[in-house]
């Protein structure tokens, strides 16, 4: 393996993993395709541009369109899919789930036939604890059942069983990640911790759904790239691999350690109404890949000042996203009534 189309590659945790593997493996070239939706932005991945031209190429492109799909991967002799390339937000999903369906069930068919057609050596899913649904005891398990509340999660398990039945039927050496909630730089704010961190930094409110008591395992996005390469590297074709810390934190503690860090007073957290179906928490077992030899580097508190100081230091990135219009016009459908009407 070496040629890898990374699909998805400008949203956050594709152009983390671009720029992780460039960097870890001078052998390898990296394609990354990506239909650029409201998520995919080039400013993620410009320093990868300027310090990798040599190995590193973008195609913009739809992974629903079997056309190109089949065309790049020719032309630019790729051997390995990493797909990143999904809707990804929960609460989008609940608004407008068509999308979810079409790129992360049908964009994942259309890639897995490529592999099946063109033999590729290997493709590897992206994939999350969310389809596992809520844990309200103990961890999931890679053999746990699948029990989707949302349409995001179940259009990404419709996309893993995909995944899992072209193996049984066709031999195509797939492997699966189900990762937990990533934290880091390049995470558009609508996600929860650049969302609160953000609004932090303006003396906005920090919306917390519900109670707050909803419990996530968060971890640092360059950690779950590390796991994602020792899958590439170790992982058995048909397998899936859980990867996280296997720690869990409530949302309250969260918000309230995001303004102890930047200072800022605890009068900001305002609780609003709830998501509709909520997860109360995701808890995944990891010592399949452990087994691998791999491990999570940063602890909660870690990633959480790291992650914190990038946004601090990086306003350049998004300043520009939170002052666009869809942004504008997406936190209003979200929040303006939740923020009003107040006090969940
Ligand atoms: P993101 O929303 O930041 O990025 C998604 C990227 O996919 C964007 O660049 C977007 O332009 C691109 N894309 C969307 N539809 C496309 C299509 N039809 N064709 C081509 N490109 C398309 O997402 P993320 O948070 O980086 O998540 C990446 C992957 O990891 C997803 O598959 C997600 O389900 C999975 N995942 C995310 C987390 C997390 O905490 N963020 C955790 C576990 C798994
Ligand atoms: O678990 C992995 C998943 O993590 C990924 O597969 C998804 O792509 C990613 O979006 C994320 O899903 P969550 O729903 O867990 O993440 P989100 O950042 O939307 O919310 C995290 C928690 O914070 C959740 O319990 C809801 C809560 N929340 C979220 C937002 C946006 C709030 O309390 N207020 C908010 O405004």
């Not at 190429?57 to 390995?80: K, M, S, W, Y």
């Amino acid at each position: 393996m070496k040629n890898l189309l990374v699909t998805g590659g400008a949203g956050f945790i594709g152009s983390n993993f671009t720029r992780f593997m460039l960097r870890m493996y001078p052998e390898y070239t990296v394609v990354v395709y990506d239909k650029l939706t409201y998520a995919g932005n080039l400013d993620n991945l410009k320093d990868v541009a300027e310090d990798f031209a040599g190995r590193y190429a973008f195609v913009q492109g739809d992974i629903c369109d079997a056309g190109l799909v089949r065309a790049t991967l020719l032309e630019h002799n790729v051997d390995t899919i990493v797909n990143f390339a999904a809707a990804t937000h929960v609460d989008r999903s609940l608004m407008e789930p068509d999308e979810f369906i079409r790129t992360d069930v049908l964009g994942t068919y259309v890639l897995l036939e490529a592999v099946r057609e063109l033999g590729l050596e290997r493709y590897h899913q992206v994939s999350t604890d969310e389809v596992y649904g809520q844990v309200l005891e103990g961890r999931a398990d890679e053999t746990a059942p699948l029990h989707t509340r949302s349409p995001y999660s179940a259009s990404k398990a419709g996309g893993d069983l995909l995944c899992l039945s072209y193996h049984a039927s066709f031999d195509v050496p797939v492997t699966i990640t189900r990762g937990s909630n990533n934290i880091g730089p390049y995470q558009y704010p609508e996600k929860v911790i650049p969302l609160f961190v953000t609004n932090a930094i303006d003396d906005l409110p920090l919306p917390l759904y519900g109670d707050g008591r909803q419990m996530r395992d968060y971890q640092y996005v360059l950690d779950h790239c590390e796991g994602l390469a020792v899958v590439l590297q170790r992982g058995r074709p048909g397998e899936i691999y859980n990867v996280g810390t296997a720690v869990e934190t409530r949302n309250v503690d969260m918000a309230r350690s995001i303004l102890e860090i930047l200072g800022k007073p605890q009068s900001l957290i305002q609780p609003v109404k709830d998501r509709p179906g909520h997860d109360r928490r995701y808890a995944i077992d990891v010592d399949k890949l452990g087994a691998l030899g791999w491990e999570s580097r940063h602890t909660f508190a870690e990633a959480l000042e790291k992650t914190v100081r990038w946004y601090v230091e990086n306003e350049w990135w998004w300043r520009p996203i939170k002052s666009g219009e869809h942004y504008q016009d997406y936190y209003k459908a979200q929040y303006a009534e939740r923020l009003e009407g107040s006090s969940a």
